[in-house]
Structures are given as C-alpha cells and as structure tokens.
C-alpha cells in the first residue's frame, strides 16, 4: 500500500502531522531547558556560602540571569512555532550564525529555518527556533515574490496550544521549488483576519506584513512616527516594536526601561496581553490618567474644557498659580522680642517672596531659607530697637525666633509644603483662578475654566488634570531630603545580601519588571494613540524620557485635539527632531463594507484625506436605524449583534450619554459587552459595535466627527448605527 499522499486533505494531515512531530520536539526540549534553568538557579543559591565579596557577585548575577531565564521559558506560549522558512542553497547564514534546523531539508541543498517567539538551541547547539526578532528570522516578514531573499516556501503554523491545527503557506519562488513540495492554504493574513476577537488584542507575529516590519525593524535611536488610519495595526506595530528592541539591545533597554503610553484604562486592559505574549514583561504599560504615581483619573471633561486644560497655555498659569500666596496665607508676622515688637507686613513679606522664587527656585525646596529670609529680615530691625550692646547676635535671635511657637504657626501657613492638588484646588476660586488666566487665554476660554474648575474635586480627577498636576509638581519641587534610610540588605556596594531564596526570586523578578514608582529615566518610550496627546499631556510625557528614543504612532484624522499645529510643536519640544517617518496603508481590522461608512464620514468633513484600503469583505453590509426612540431601538439592536458576532460587542455613545445608556442594558448581563464614550473607544477592536445617536457623536465638540469616525472603524465584523436623526450618513 502506497504511503504518498493522494488527496488535498491527506497531503495537508501529512503535512500537519510532520510539524506537529517538529513541535513536539521543540516542546520536550523546552522543558528540558526549564528544569536545567531551576537547577542552575539553585546552584546558584548554594555558591559562596561564606559570603566573599567576588562570591556573592557571581551568585547574584548567576542567580538572576537563571531566574529571568526560567521566566521566559516558563511564560505559556500559545504556539511557540508559527513560522517556517524554506530556504534556497544559496541562502547564507545570517551574522549571528547558522540558523538552520536539525531537519531534513525540503529544497535540495536548502535549509530550514522554525521562527518562533523565543529562540530555542538543541543539545548540539543547533538552532530548533529562530526568535522572530532575530535578523535570521527576518524574511519571514520581509520577502515578497519580487525580492525573495532567498526564501522559496513561507509557511505559517497555526497551533491551539502545543497541538498544531493548521498550516497556510506561501509559495516565493515556484521554479526552486522541487515538484514534491506541498503548498498548503490560500493566506495565512485573511485565515488570521477573520477570527474572532476576545477580549484582547492578539499579537500579529504570525503575519506582520512587510510595511509593518519596517517600522519595527527601524533603528532604535531618534523618533520612529508610524503613521496610517485605523486598523492598519499601529498599535500592533508599536507593540512588537517594543518587543524588538529589547530583543536587539536588551542591556540598554531592559537596564533603562521601555514605557508605553496609551490613551485610556480600557485601552491599556486591552494590549496588556500582547507583550507577554511575546516573551516580555519588562515592559511598563501606562494610561494618560495613571502615568504619575498617586493620581488615578479616567473620566474626561467636556470637549471644550479639555482643550482648555491641554493647551500649553495652561503651563504659564500654573507657574504664576505656583509663585502666589496660598489663600489663607497671614498678611504679616509680628513678634514680641525682649519688650520690643518685631513685624514684617504684607509688601516686606512679598519681597521675601519675589527674592526666593525670583531665582527659579522650587518653592517646596527652598522652605528652610524661606524661614532663614524671614528671621534676617525680623532682625535688621532689631538694629534700630536695640542699642549695639544690648543688640542680640544673628545666630541667637534666630534660634530663639525659630523655636516659638507662633514663628512656626507663621512659617507652616505663609509658605506652606504645598501637595500639587492644593494649588489645583485653589483654581475653585474664580477671582484667583480669571487672575491667573488673565492675558494668557481668551476672555470665553476663561469662562470655560472657570466653570469647569468650580467643581474640581482631588478625589475624583478627569484625565486632563493628571498633566496639571505633574506640571504643578515639577513647579513645587519636593521639600529637601533629610535623612538617608540604609538599604537593610545591602552589604557591601553593589552586592545585596538576600536573605531567602523567596526573596532572591522576588528581587531577580522586580529587577526585570519593577522600577521606582516615578522613573523619569527610560530607554525608549512608545507612545500610542498620538494625535491625541493634549500639548500640557506632551510635556509630562517628555518628562519621563529626558534621554529617550522614540515611537509615536498615531492618526490625524481621528484626533479630537483641535490644534495640531501646537500639539506638534510640544511633541517635538519633548521628543526631539530627529524623526523617521513610516506610513501603514492597509486597514486590517474592518471589513470593507464597514470602513466604507466610516471613509464617507470623514470624506464629507475632509475631502482631499486619504484613506487605507480595507482587505476583507464581511459580505453583511452595516445596518442603519433611524428611530424615534433610542431605548428599545438600542437594546434589540444590542442583542442583535451579540447573537451575530462570537466574540466583543462595543456600544459606544456620547461622554454625556455613556452612563445612561449603560444603564439601559443592564439587564443585558454579558461579558462581552463593553459600553465606551467615543474617547474610550480610541485604539479599541471589537467583532461588533452599535454606535447610539452617531450625530451626538458628530457634534460632541469641535472635532466630533473624527470621534464619530473613530466610533464607526472600531467593528471587525458587525455594525449597526441607532439614530434619531438620519442626517448624520452621507449619501454614497
Ligand atoms: N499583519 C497583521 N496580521 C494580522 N492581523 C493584523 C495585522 N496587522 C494588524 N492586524 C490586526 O488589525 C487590527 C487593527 O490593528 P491595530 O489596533 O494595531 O490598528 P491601529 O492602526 O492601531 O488602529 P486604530 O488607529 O484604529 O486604533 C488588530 O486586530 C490587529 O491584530
């Protein structure tokens, strides 16, 4: 009987059946590894027991590379092979090496190449995978029939966990291909494309498209801009960018830090999935509202508000808020010294003031020489009251001055150690507020602070404020430092006496994960979702990477900041000019009927924009209600989508709206289902959206209809729109 395959699905089971012997090996190796790693670890612990400086170097640094290894290996990899190269015999290796597989193989004189999220070496020190960020791997993404870079068979693996269940494969070069190769699938991108989407974002390193990788391949200095309209996987390219210069530098960017910003909660609970996915925890993932330690918002004002607080503007009043005396501030000091009154009043006190803070100093800082400034200036008087004899010294008066409890009661009040929410909260105050304002914003621009100010509440800040606040601080400064706690396990410079082997794991993982809470030193910086980076937001960014690289990604046309002009004056001001520019043009996330009503939206309000090209047809065109009510016209269409779509449903409506027509479908208890503002909704995916009263959307500020075409290019699948009004959909 003839083992040679006959039919289609037999020569696919014969191909599924030799990867699946590949993986397995792969995966028994793995575990080998892992129990080598626990045991060079545990070696590790018992090197040096007496301690000897050089010693407990070599254990710390064994103990630590073996647990951050232990930590890869140990992370659960959903197909750990994706790729596979066939290579022609020219193919030369790549300068870190062989990477040819201990496989047969498939082209004469060819080799094989495994691409995977991690790079594994037999026993013999050959290469079982290549890890996807290596240069050896990088025709997996970058060969196309026209430059083939020696590749004549890609082949993607598809795995659910270590079983593989599919193979789709692109064939590069059919004349080097022998006769007996097989060619497997019609498109391992539109098979990836039109799975379900779970709750959060897949990573795309089975099938980054060669646009993509040259942005995350691009030099790690400077600013990498990824440009390109929704769904075209900016944020996917930022993310395996991430990925990729850790992999290619991990000393200088694991040592330093890599942060990526995002713009909301949901957002950042979205990607969080990815990075591991791909081998990384060393990643730090933060949202606008969390980026400074101790503050936590994520609501947003209204649109006008908001830009208001956003704009550059807003960091003079800050300054001048910073230099004012607090609200209850005493207007003098009098003390009773030796029988004679002693007293300073408002205008002497305010020269006080100018003095210290003329110099640019940080007002928290200087709170010792402020107390200093006042005891001189309360002695120059004692020059006239007493005779030279009877004249105290310097030093003795202040001592003595200091000491009372009514100079302290003076110095706690008039210059207060000031928290950057008190000097916020002091903009609840109008006349204060429209004086710090005045000649710096608009007269109808101060009404609206004003406003938007007189319900400021720190316990319930709005994402904007978070900017304000680190820019208040950075202002303030922090009162000088006294005291230096020793470190309790250290025991010589640079070496850390651990005492448990619980605590050697803890500190070799937070080494990896973990840095002080406000670090402003990072390696490399991500920042997603650009355009909508108010210019106060790129100024507290900026602060966090003095010394940074770059990646900024974003899209123009969705931005709900009206002044792009001065958004990228900041951004560049916190970023540098050295730039490198990228542009994504295929829209990966919506089918095409969907996109289209997005594309006439954002047409009608900008006509020359251009627009990526969606690839794929769901072949269900969007569905549009108009109605006179929205309740029950919302919660059938809901239940519509739901029952449509396996994965995510997204409602999104208006930031005044969002609350109330959540409460309309709680009675829908499903956790698929997420109810977003048209703000939230920026960098989100789901399988199907409802979009409540899309001309609400339209007029939601100034820039309302790039938040609406946000809204409408967020559905892989599924979308209905629910209006009272029709006029919001431009005729085809
Ligand atoms: N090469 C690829 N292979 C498979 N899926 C991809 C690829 N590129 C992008 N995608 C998918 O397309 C969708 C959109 O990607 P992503 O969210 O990164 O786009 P974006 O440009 O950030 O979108 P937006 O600006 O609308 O937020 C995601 O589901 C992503 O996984």
């Known amino acids: 009987m003839s083992t040679e395959p006959t039919t289609a699905a037999d020569e696919t089971a014969a191909e599924l059946a030799a990867e699946q012997r590949y993986v397995d090996r792969v995966y028994s190796r793995l575990a080998d590894l892992r129990k080598s790693a626990a045991e060079s670890e545990k070696a590790g612990f018992n090197i040096a027991k007496v301690g000897n400086f050089g010693a407990l170097v070599e254990r710390d640094a064994m103990v630590y590379h073996a647990a951050r290894r232990r930590l890869a290996l140990d992370a659960e990899y959903e197909g750990l092979v994706f790729g596979r190269l066939d290579m022609g015999p020219n193919a030369r290796p790549p300068d870190d090496g062989p990477a040819s597989a201990p496989v047969e193989p498939a082209v004469p004189d060819g080799e094989v190449r495994y691409i995977g999220r991690l790079g594994l070496r037999d026993e013999k020190y050959e290469p079982l995978v290549v890890d996807w960020r290596a240069p050896a791997a990088a025709p997996f993404y970058r060969a196309t029939p026209t430059d083939r870079m020696d590749v004549v068979r890609r082949r993607t693996i598809r795995s659910s966990g270590e079983q593989v269940v599919g193979v789709e494969d692109d064939l590069l070069d059919p004349e080097a291909a022998p006769a007996e190769m097989a060619v497997i699938g019609d498109g391992a991108l539109l098979a990836a494309l039109t799975r379900a989407t779970g709750t959060g974002m897949r990573d795309i390193v089975a099938t980054i498209q060669k646009e993509q990788d040259d942005a995350i391949r691009s030099p790690a200095s400077g600013v990498t801009v990824v440009r390109g309209g929704p769904g075209t996987g900016k944020t996917a390219v930022a993310l395996h960018r991430a990925a990729y210069l850790l992999y290619n530098d991990r000393n200088r960017f694991e040592s330093g830090g890599v942060l990526v910003v995002g713009p909301s909660e949901v957002f950042v609970g979205y990607v969080a999935r990815v990075l591991p996915s791909l081998g990384e925890d060393a990643v730090t993932l933060r949202s606008l509202g969390q980026l400074v330690p101790g503050y936590v918002a994520e609501r947003h004002d209204p649109p006008e508000l908001a830009v208001a607080k956003g704009s550059v503007r807003m960091a003079r009043v800050l300054a001048r ?187 070799a993982r937070r080494a990896a994960t973990e840095r002080p809470l406000d670090y402003r030193e990072y390696a490399h910086i991500v920042v997603d979702e650009a355009q909508d980076v108010s210019p106060m937001q790129w100024r507290m960014v900026g602060r966090r990477g003095e010394f940074a690289s770059w990646t900024v990604v974003g899209d123009p046309a969705q931005a709900a900041w009206p002044d792009q002009a001065e958004a990228n004056r900041a951004m560049t001001e916190a970023v540098g000019k050295r730039r490198r520019d990228f542009e994504l043009t295929t829209n990966y996330r919506n089918a095409a009927e969907i996109f289209d009503v997005a594309a006439r939206v954002i047409r009608r309000a900008e006509p020359g924009i251009s627009l990526p090209t969606a690839v794929r047809r769901a072949g269900v065109p969007p569905t549009h209600l108009t109605v006179s009510e929205l309740r029950p016209a919302v919660l059938s269409a809901v239940r519509e989508v739901l029952a449509a779509v396996e994965g995510t449903v997204g409602v999104i409506a208006t930031t005044a709206t969002r609350d109330g027509v959540a409460g309309w479908l709680t009675e829908v208890a499903e956790p698929r289902l997420q109810v977003v503002t048209g703000l939230d909704a920026k960098g989100m995916e789901y399988d199907g959206v409802v979009v409540v009263e899309p001309g609400a959307l339209a007029a939601e500020g100034a820039n309302g209809v790039r938040t609406l075409y946000v809204a409408l290019s967020r559905a892989t699948q599924r979308l209905t729109t629910v209006a009272t009004d029709a006029r919001w959909l431009p005729v085809s």
């Open 321 to 507: 808020a910073a230099r004012d005396n607090a609200p209850d501030a005493p207007s003098r000091i009098r003390v009773l010294y030796k029988g004679q009154l002693l007293q300073l009043d408002g205008r002497a006190l305010t020269d006080v003031r100018r003095d210290l803070l003329n110099s640019g100093a940080k007002r928290n800082a200087v709170r010792p020489k402020a107390a200093g400034l006042v005891l001189d200036a309360l002695w120059r008087q004692t020059e006239q009251l007493f005779s030279k004899a009877a004249r105290p010294k310097r030093e003795e008066f202040a001592q003595e001055i200091a000491e009372r409890p009514e100079f302290r009661t003076f110095m706690s009040q008039w210059w207060p150690r000031l928290r950057p929410v008190d000097v916020l909260s002091w903009f609840r105050d109008g006349a204060r507020l429209r004086r710090y304002a005045e000649g710096i914003y608009s007269t109808q621009q101060i009404g609206v602070l004003v406003r938007g100010f007189a319900t400021f509440d720190p316990d319930d800040l709005h994402v904007a404020d978070v900017a304000l606040l680190d820019e208040l601080n950075e202002l303030l400064g922090e009162p000088p430092v006294r005291k230096v706690k020793r470190d309790p396990f250290q025991v010589a410079e640079g070496v850390h006496e651990l005492s448990t082997r619980f605590e050697r794991e803890a500190a």
